[in-house]
């Protein structure tokens, strides 16, 4: 079965926090790899302060896993001294990937 699923996650640093956070997810790349239904797992920044995360699975059992997952538990300890406000947690369903 092909990458049918996947969650976009846009995080915004606290002023001063944006090289912690960089190397928070950094750091998660590890977690990611360990998961055993996460097919890919990307984290990338968009702007000074902005940042976000696009992972991939092949099943909602993968897909809530990771939410689940000890990514998530990290973040939910980390975030609010990284974090301008709550993750903006997007499920999305792929249409097209190569």
Not at 69 to 87: D, M
Request: charged letters at 20%; a negative charge.
């Amino acid at each position: 079965m092909g990458v049918k699923l996947g969650l976009l996650v846009r995080l915004e640093a606290k002023p001063g926090k944006e090289e912690e956070l960089a190397a928070f997810l950094e750091a998660g790349r590890a977690l990611a790899v360990a998961e055993a239904g996460t097919v890919t797992w990307y984290a990338f920044r968009l702007g000074e302060r902005e940042f976000g995360i696009f992972d991939t699975f092949t099943s909602q059992d993968g897909r809530q896993a990771h939410l689940e997952g000890p990514i998530a538990r990290a973040l939910a300890e980390s975030g609010p001294a990284l974090l301008a406000g709550a993750p903006a947690i997007t499920p999305v369903d792929i249409v097209a990937a190569t």
